[in-house]
């Protein structure tokens, strides 16, 4: 769908200020991006532990910036104390936008979200960066739905170019043209798409990796996979990308996959990554996966 006039960026109202919801692998990457693009953010977790990897990972892009010559160190101090992170909701009546990027369940998310809107004002735009959870479906949890929209950043988020913003069935123009106009600020390429659970990119993706397990279910070595993906020409093979991602993440999304598509994408055996979740193999996240990080 082409961006029209009615939710293009000219008209969207300016972002001043930012909060995300989770400091995860997500989280803190919106964190660092808004914050190093000039729109403060407040970050808050629920785990202080987070808070400290979510400022420890932005001080190190930072860093590389600064070995590099492209930053200033007063510039990266500059940066840096515009994410304010925290575990309480201390501020967030001054908020333009929340960003929720908290774990793929959609209990869950609703739960913060719900939380959430008795805390901003009535026009504060609220966001989630779901990968896969319909927005419509979401957005019954909430007394504004209008407010509500989808915005969907890729991971390393600070590498990845595209952000997709997703219309609820009652997401209004407003809302739309606002997101769209804060991912070009953050230096984004928005496009705007319909609803659907995994909404454009993500329904292309997880038949990927479907494909990849019932290779690896076949009987392929999963290593052979990854280096044929790479020599195809892809930066990466499916079982590194999805210790990229978190087997965790993964898994909770095929499952909303497979429940929106279950004629398409409702796998009958257990999968490579189901079994890797099972043994608490997150990925990259907690040192092991499909591969073992040291
Ligand atoms: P993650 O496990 O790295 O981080 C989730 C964070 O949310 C944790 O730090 C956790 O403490 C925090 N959290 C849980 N409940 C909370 C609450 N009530 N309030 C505040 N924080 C809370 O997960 P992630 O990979 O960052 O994924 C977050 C969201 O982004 C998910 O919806 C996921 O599907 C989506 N997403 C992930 C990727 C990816 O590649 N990992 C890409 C795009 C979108």
């Not at 990266?76 to 936008?97: E, K």
């Not at 997703?166 to 070009?184: F, M, N, P, Y």
Request: charged share 20%; glycine share 10%.
């Amino acid at each position: 769908k082409k961006i029209t006039k009615k939710h293009s960026a000219k008209s969207g109202k300016v972002i001043k200020q930012a909060a995300v919801l989770g400091a995860g692998i997500m989280g803190g990457g919106i964190a660092y991006q808004s914050a190093s693009k000039g729109t403060p953010i407040i970050m808050k977790d629920i785990r202080s532990e987070a808070l400290d990897l979510g400022m420890g990972e932005a001080t190190k892009l930072l860093s590389n910036q600064v070995a590099k010559g492209r930053l200033t160190v007063p510039k990266m101090g500059q940066v840096l104390s515009s994410i304010r992170p925290t575990l309480n909701y201390g501020d967030f009546g001054s908020v333009d936008i929340v960003i929720e990027a908290v774990v793929e369940n959609a209990k869950v998310k609703a739960a913060v979200l719900s939380e959430v809107e008795g805390l901003v004002t009535d026009d504060t735009i609220l966001a989630s960066n779901t990968s896969t959870i319909s927005i419509t479906h979401l957005a019954k949890s909430l007394k504004r739905p209008e407010n509500f929209v989808g915005m969907h950043f890729f991971n390393p988020v600070h590498m990845m170019p595209l952000v997709e913003v997703i219309r609820g069935e009652k997401t209004s123009d407003e809302a739309v043209a606002a997101t769209v106009k804060l991912a070009q600020q953050m230096g984004k390429t928005p496009i705007v798409v319909n609803d659907c659970p995994g909404f454009l990119v993500n329904r292309v993706l997880f038949p990927y990796f479907g494909g990849f397990d019932m290779l690896v279910r076949d009987g392929a070595d999963f290593q052979a996979i990854d280096k044929v993906m790479e020599k195809f020409g892809w930066p990466m093979g499916p079982a590194y990308l999805l210790d990229v991602v978190g087997i965790d993440t993964g898994v909770h999304a095929a499952a909303v996959m497979a429940e929106g598509f279950p004629d398409r994408m409702k796998p009958d055996y257990k999968s490579a990554t189901e079994i890797m979740f099972d043994n608490s193999r997150y990925g990259q996240k907690n040192g092991k996966g499909f591969y073992v990080y040291e």
